[in-house]
C-alpha cells in the first residue's frame, strides 16, 4: 500500500468530505473530519519519512505515464508542506469541536466540516501534485471552500470580508491560470518536470516572461505579498476562529510554496533571478511588508487583526529568504512557513479560547485575562514571544537563519530591517500582554478559562513552539534539505 | 400560473425528452461531444423547468432538498470510489485496465462510472443552487 501513499494522501480527504455532508449529525461529522485529518497527518509523516531515507516518489494516476499522465511527485520541499497542512489540521481539528458548536449554527456544522475538510483536501492536493494545471484545479477546491468557511463568521462583517476575498483570490486563480495556459501553449505540457526541460529553449520569447509575470502576481495575490494583501486583515479578523487558526497557518503557507516551485522548479532559479530579476522585486516588497505591516498591526484594536497584520508582515520573511535565493534563504523561507504556522496557529487558537468566554477578541476586552484566564493567556504569551523571536522559540531559529543568509550575502540593510520587524512585534504583543496582566478585570467576575478541549490543542501548539526553537535540527535539516533540491545543488 | 395552459402542457411535454436528452448526452459521452457535467446540467435543466412552472414548493415536493444535497455528495464518492476500487483490484489510482477481464472494457466501465459520479454531483449542486437562490425571500423592510 506504501506505493499509493501520494495519491491516499488527497483521496481520503476528498471521500470524507462527502461523508461529512451526509451524516448530517454535528458530533458524527466532526468525527469523520477528524479521522480525516488524522489520516492525512499519518501519511504525511510516512511520506516525509520516506522521502529522506530514500528519495522522491512519482505515482501515475491511472498509470499514464507523466508527461501525458498527472503526476504527484513528492520531494523534501513539498513532504515539508504535506506535513504542516496536515499536522495543523489534525491538532485544529480536535479544537473545533466545542468553538464551533458555540459560533456555528447546528444545522451548518455538517457542511462546515465538508468546507474544512475540502480545503484542507485542496491545500494537500496543491502540495503533492507534480502537473501545473493540477495545482490550478486544486487551489479552486481550496480557495472556493475557504471563501465560504470565512462567511460563516458571526459577525456581518465576515460576509463582505469573504466577498473581498473572493474577488481578489478569483483575479489572482484567473492571473495563475493564464499563466498556465501561455506555458501550454508554448510547450505543450502541463507536466512540471517536463515544463523544467522544456522551458529554458524559449526564455528568448516574449510569451514565457508573460507567463511568468501572470503566475508571480497571481500566486503574490494568494499569499499576500504586500501591497496585494487587502484582502487578508478582514478574512482573518472575522472569520470563525476555527477556520483563522486553520487557514492562517497553512492557505498562505501553501501558496508560498507555489511560489517556490514556480520559480525554482518549473522556471529555474537561472530564469527567475538572473534574467527576470525577480528579486529586485521581492525584496523590496519583502522588506516593505515587514516594516509597514508591523506598523499597522500596532495599530490595531481587534486582536485577531493585529495578528492578521502581523501575518501579512511574516509572510514578508518568508518572500525575504525567497528572494535572497541562496541555500540558507531558501531554507530560511521553509523553515519560517513550518515555524509561522506553529506560532500562528498558537495564537490564533488562544483567541479563539478568549472569543469563546468573553464573546469578543477587542484589546479592551482582554482587560485582566492573565488572571481569569491563566492558561489561555499563557499560551499568547508564549506565541507572542514566539513571534518576537526570542531564543528557545522557533521564531528566533526562523530570524536566526534569515539574518544569517543576509549577512553571508553582504546585505547588511536587509538583516537590520528583519531586526527592526522583531522590535515592532514587541511593541504590538505587548499592548496585548499589558491590558491582559496589568488592567483589572471587568465585568461580574463570570469570565472563566477556557474548557479543556480548546486549551489542550492550543497547548500543543504552544509547546511545539519551544520544542522545535530548542531542537531545530529536524525542521533545520529537512528546510535545507529541501532548499538544496529547489537549488539544484548536492546534497 | 395555473392561467397559463400552453406553458403548463408544454413544459409537460418538454420534460420527459429533456431528461431522456440528458441521459443520451450522458452515455454519448463515451464517443463523442458530451458527458457527465452536460448531462448533469441538462438533468437538472428539466426539474429548473419544472420548478419555473409549477412553482418551488411542487418541485420541491418532487424532488426534496435533502435529496439534491445528497446527490451533491453521493457523485464526489461514486468518483473517488472508483478511484478507490481500481486501488484495492491492484491497479493505480483510477486505472481503469483492471476494473475487468481486459483493459478495453475496464476503461469502458471507468469512465461509465467516473461519468455517471459527475452526472449526479452537477445535477445535484445545480438544482441545489436554484433552490438556494429561488428560496430567498426579500428582507422585510
Known amino acids: ?491 | 400560473m395555473d392561467d397559463r395552459v400552453i406553458l403548463r402542457v408544454g413544459s409537460k411535454i418538454l420534460i420527459p425528452f429533456i431528461l431522456l436528452f440528458a441521459l443520451y448526452v450522458q452515455f454519448h459521452g463515451d464517443f463523442g461531444p458530451g458527458g457527465g457535467f452536460q448531462a448533469g446540467v441538462i438533468f437538472a435543466a428539466a426539474f429548473i423547468l419544472y420548478a419555473l412552472v409549477f412553482g418551488l414548493g411542487a418541485a420541491k415536493a418532487v424532488l426534496p432538498p435533502i435529496v439534491v444535497h445528497t446527490c451533491a455528495a453521493v457523485g464526489v464518492m461514486i468518483y473517488a470510489g472508483t478511484g478507490v476500487v481500481t486501488l484495492l483490484l491492484g491497479g493505480k489510482f483510477l486505472d481503469y485496465n483492471v476494473l475487468a477481464h481486459n483493459a478495453a472494457h475496464g476503461q469502458e466501465w471507468g469512465i461509465f462510472s467516473v461519468e455517471t459520479g459527475v452526472l449526479v454531483t452537477v445535477f445535484g449542486v445545480m438544482v441545489a443552487i436554484f433552490y438556494a437562490f429561488a428560496g430567498r425571500r426579500r428582507a422585510e423592510p
Open chain 1, 1 to 491: 500500500m506504501s506505493q499509493h501513499l501520494p495519491v491516499l494522501q488527497v483521496v481520503v480527504p476528498l471521500l470524507a468530505a462527502p461523508l461529512a455532508a451526509l451524516v448530517r449529525r454535528p458530533r458524527l461529522s466532526w468525527l469523520v473530519a477528524f479521522l480525516a485529518a488524522l489520516w492525512a497527518f499519518g501519511v504525511a509523516v510516512a511520506l516525509l519519512h520516506h522521502v529522506l531515507s530514500v528519495g522522491p516518489i512519482s505515482y501515475h494516476i491511472g498509470d499514464w505515464a507523466p508527461p501525458w499522465g498527472i503526476e504527484y511527485r513528492v520531494d523534501q520541499v513539498n513532504a515539508f508542506v504535506l506535513l504542516i497542512v496536515s499536522g495543523i489540521a489534525a491538532v485544529v481539528l480536535p479544537y473545533a469541536r466545542a468553538s464551533v458548536e458555540w459560533e456555528i449554527e447546528n444545522e451548518r456544522i455538517p457542511l462546515f466540516y465538508t468546507a474544512l475538510i475540502l480545503c484542507m483536501t485542496g491545500l494537500l492536493g496543491i502540495s503533492v501534485t507534480g502537473d501545473v494545471f493540477n495545482v490550478f484545479v486544486f487551489l479552486e477546491i481550496s480557495s472556493l471552500s475557504a471563501y465560504a468557511l470565512i462567511a460563516m463568521g458571526q459577525d456581518r462583517r465576515a460576509l463582505t470580508a469573504a466577498y473581498q476575498y473572493l474577488i481578489m483570490g478569483s483575479v489572482g486563480a484567473t492571473f495563475i491560470v493564464i499563466g498556465i495556459g501561455l506555458m501550454y501553449v508554448m510547450t505543450g505540457t502541463l507536466n512540471m518536470a517536463d515544463l523544467a526541460q522544456r522551458l529554458p529553449a524559449m526564455e528568448a520569447n516574449r510569451t514565457i516572461p508573460v507567463a511568468f509575470a501572470f503566475l508571480t502576481v497571481g500566486i503574490s495575490l494568494k499569499l499576500a505579498l504586500f501591497p496585494l494583501h487587502l484582502w487578508l486583515p478582514n478574512a482573518y479578523a472575522y472569520a470563525p476562529s476555527t477556520v483563522t487558526s486553520f487557514i492562517a497557518s497553512t492557505a498562505t503557507k501553501v501558496a508560498v510554496y507555489m511560489l517556490l516551485r514556480f520559480v525554482f522548479t518549473v522556471f529555474g532559479a537561472a530564469f527567475s533571478f538572473d534574467v527576470m530579476n525577480i528579486d529586485r522585486i521581492l525584496t523590496p516588497l519583502a522588506l516593505a511588508a515587514i516594516v509597514f505591516m508591523s506598523l499597522s498591526a500596532i495599530y490595531q484594536p481587534n486582536v485577531k487583526r493585529l495578528l492578521a497584520y502581523s501575518s501579512v508582515a511574516q509572510i514578508g520573511y518568508m518572500v525575504l529568504g525567497i528572494s535572497l535565493a541562496s541555500v540558507f534563504g531558501v531554507a530560511a523561507g521553509i523553515l519560517h512557513l513550518f515555524n509561522h504556522a506553529l506560532i500562528k496557529g498558537a495564537l490564533f487558537m488562544a483567541m479563539g479560547c478568549v472569543m469563546y468566554r468573553v464573546g469578543s477578541v477587542r484589546i479592551e476586552a482582554m482587560a485582566g485575562l492573565g488572571r481569569t484566564m491563566p492558561f489561555t493567556m499563557a499560551a499568547f504569551v508564549i506565541g507572542g514571544l514566539s513571534l518576537i523571536g526570542v531564543p528557545l522559540t522557533v521564531g528566533f531559529i526562523s530570524k536566526l537563519y534569515l539574518v544569517r543568509a543576509a549577512l553571508e550575502q553582504g546585505m547588511w540593510p536587509v538583516a537590520v530591517l528583519v531586526l527592526v520587524g522583531s522590535l515592532l512585534a514587541v511593541i504590538y504583543v505587548w499592548k496585548v500582554v499589558e491590558v491582559a496582566y496589568f488592567r483589572q478585570p471587568i465585568g461580574d467576575g463570570s469570565i472563566r478559562e477556557a474548557p479543556l478541549s480548546l486549551l489542550l490543542p492550543t497547548w500543543v501548539l504552544v509547546l511545539a513552539n519551544i520544542w522545535f526553537g530548542v531542537d531545530a535540527k529536524l525542521t533545520a535539516g529537512v528546510a535545507i534539505r529541501a532548499a538544496q533540491t529547489l537549488l539544484g545543488v548536492g546534497s
